[in-house]
Nanobody
Framework: QVQLVESGGGLVQAGGSLRLSCAAS????????VGWFRQAPGKERDFVGF????????YYTDSVKGRFTISRDNAKNTVYLQMNSLRTEDTAVYFC???????????????WGQGTQVTVSS
């Protein structure tokens, strides 16, 4: 079992930055992908990006490339989502998830956090 807890959400003005954290406990994530997803009000949950815990390799959806960066801290068993140049359309609940598949699909992720709200004002 893996437990994931997100933190760092909040209210920020457009153009600003936030860093979300996803703290993991339980089993090792060494062979896992840790992904970030987001769900805007009234919309389906969308893929943001993932990191390969072992290699540190990352992959992002096009809308966040160049603005968002995923990183990890092995010692703290934590994954970060650094979000820069935020736009109002980035407003959503952000979730982290862990699973054995390096994929955009939610079905590849077995463990999910509870989510953290990010609100970007104009």
């Amino acid at each position: 079992q893996v437990q994931l807890v997100e933190s760092g959400g909040g209210l920020v003005q457009a153009g600003g930055s936030l860093r979300l954290s996803c703290a993991a406990s339980g089993r090792s994530l060494s062979s896992y992908a840790v992904g970030w997803f987001r769900q805007a009000p009234g919309k389906e949950r969308d893929f943001v990006g993932f990191i390969n815990w072992s290699s540190g390799g990352t992959y992002y959806t096009d809308s966040v490339k160049g603005r968002f960066t995923i990183s990890r801290d092995n010692a703290k068993n934590t994954v970060y989502l650094q979000m820069n140049s935020l736009r109002t359309e980035d407003t959503a609940v952000y979730f982290c998830a862990a699973g054995p598949k390096f994929t955009r699909s939610e079905t590849g992720y077995y463990y999910w956090g509870q989510g953290t709200q990010v609100t970007v004002s104009s």
